[in-house]
């Protein structure tokens, strides 16, 4: 049998044969190593101009990656620069130094367009205040990002209402913002984070105007969507109580990473 690569030392090419197949597979999973990795961050520097000398470094040197599918939370005092982190993993602000690449696509020498074009197809922001219209339905607050990517009514309406049963909220979906409370408002927010379906969601400090029970029910839709939908959640907080329900955990202090574990 020429596939045994033992037994027969006059044949060789079902082994050899094995051999290259072996070797083809093992590149293609390097490749494949090299394309999920979703977030590629190098020595990334921030600094802030507050008027010369006033020269402020508010991230010094920071290195990151995620993976597609990760959900990571970043932790630190308040101060310790995890909002400019966020601000420049979502494309909403630039480094002063180093590189940033998003889904193997560098930012460096894009225009602000471009930028944005990047942004509205690849993230999708919760913030801490919800941010969401006013007196403007749930529904249609989870339909605005599709309306402006140009997508029909039917279409629209239908993903919207998908949306609100994936945060369990689709028993309020006429409501105005000013008749839901502080958890229901962040999980419209978070349906309409994944309306244009983003590989990512950042998530900056989502339940810190919340109470602890409705945080950790907010907690609850993230973990879900991470888990049932394999969606990348970068989750910034201050509760360690929160991070500790993540897969790893990056904890910055005075713009560095002193830290960066798998739960
Ligand atoms: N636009 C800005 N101009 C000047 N300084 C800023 C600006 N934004 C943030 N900072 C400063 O950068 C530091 C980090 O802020 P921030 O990233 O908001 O921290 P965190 O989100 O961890 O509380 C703080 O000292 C803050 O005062
Ligand atoms: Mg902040």
């Known amino acids: 049998m020429s596939g045994d690569c033992y037994s027969r030392s006059d044949d060789y090419s079902g082994c050899e044969m094995g051999i290259i197949g072996l070797f083809v597979l093992f590149f293609l999973h390097l490749l494949k190593g090299i394309d999920v990795e979703l977030i590629e961050i190098r020595n990334i520097v921030k600094k802030y101009f507050i008027g010369e000398p006033n020269e402020l470094t508010v991230l010094r040197g920071l290195n990151i990656d995620i993976k597609e599918g990760e959900f ?101 979906m006429d409501h105005m913002p000013n008749e839901l409370s502080g958890g229901q408002k962040q999980r419209v927010a978070i349906a309409r984070a994944l309306a ?37 959640v970068i989750l910034i907080t201050h509760n360690e109580g929160l991070a500790v329900r993540t897969q790893r955990i990056i904890t910055l202090s005075d713009g560095e990473i002193i830290s960066d574990k798998l739960t």
């Open 196 to 232: 244009n379906d983003p590989a990512i969601i950042l998530a900056d400090e989502p339940t810190g105007a919340l109470d602890s029970k409705t945080g950790k029910l907010v907690m609850d839709i993230f973990l879900k969507i991470n888990k049932e939908e394999g969606r990348t």
């Open 72 to 172: 990571v939370s970043i932790v630190g005092q308040s101060g310790s620069g995890k909002s400019t982190l966020m601000n420049i993993l979502g494309a909403l602000d630039r480094p002063t130094e180093g590189d940033y690449s998003l889904d193997n696509i560098p930012l460096a020498g894009m225009t602000d367009n471009e930028l944005s074009d990047i942004r509205n197809k690849k993230i999708g922001f919760v913030f801490q205040t919800f941010n969401l219209i006013p007196r403007t339905s749930a529904l249609s607050n989870v339909e605005l990002p599709m309306f402006y990517k140009g997508i029909n009514k039917r279409r629209r309406s239908e993903r919207a209402k998908e949306l609100m049963k994936l945060v369990e909220m689709d028993d309020r």
